[in-house]
């Protein structure tokens, strides 16, 4: 898609710190880390969020975040793994091309990925439970 940095980052059109690749994605260094070795992946087709994107990819994004996960963890040996994938601005999403953070963790680090935990009240999990049907 025209003036979609990622679309261009993905593709080479801009040059980006590309940690693998191949015919439907690249794994980049996102270039304000949470912590030290976070990464993004894209595919290089444009889907704006996870809504839109189709579920082949969906999984063969998931599986490809697995494997990178798992060279990552052999040069950082860091101490756990954040899997973030934001949609939409109140979510946090600031570019629109869909991407899946990969973002290391160390005992201690102050990547702050996290929330207040509030509590499941009676009246949400039954309306939440009546009104849910996942066909
Ligand atoms: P999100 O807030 O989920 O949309 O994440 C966007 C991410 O893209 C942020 O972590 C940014 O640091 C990162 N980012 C934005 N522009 C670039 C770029 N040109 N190269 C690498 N990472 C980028
Ligand atoms: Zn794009």
Not at 16 to 44: M, N, Q, W
Not at 78 to 102: K, P, S
């Amino acid at each position: 898609m025209k003036d979609c940095i990622f679309c261009k980052i993905a593709n080479g059109e801009i040059p980006s710190a590309t940690l693998y690749e191949d015919e439907k994605f690249r794994v980049i260094l996102d270039l304000g880390p949470a912590t030290r070795g976070h990464a993004l992946i894209l595919p290089k087709a444009h889907y704006e969020n996870l809504y839109e994107l189709p579920d082949e990819l969906a999984g063969e994004a998931m599986v490809l975040g697995k494997k990178v996960i798992t060279e990552m963890k052999k040069i950082l040996n860091c101490d756990g793994y954040n899997v973030v994938q934001n949609n939409g601005e109140a979510a946090g999403q600031t570019v629109f091309h869909f991407h899946m953070h990969l973002i290391p963790r160390m005992d201690g680090d102050k990547a702050g990925i996290s929330w207040t935990p509030g509590t499941l009240t009676p009246e949400d999990k039954e309306e939440i439970l009546s009104k849910f049907s996942l066909k």
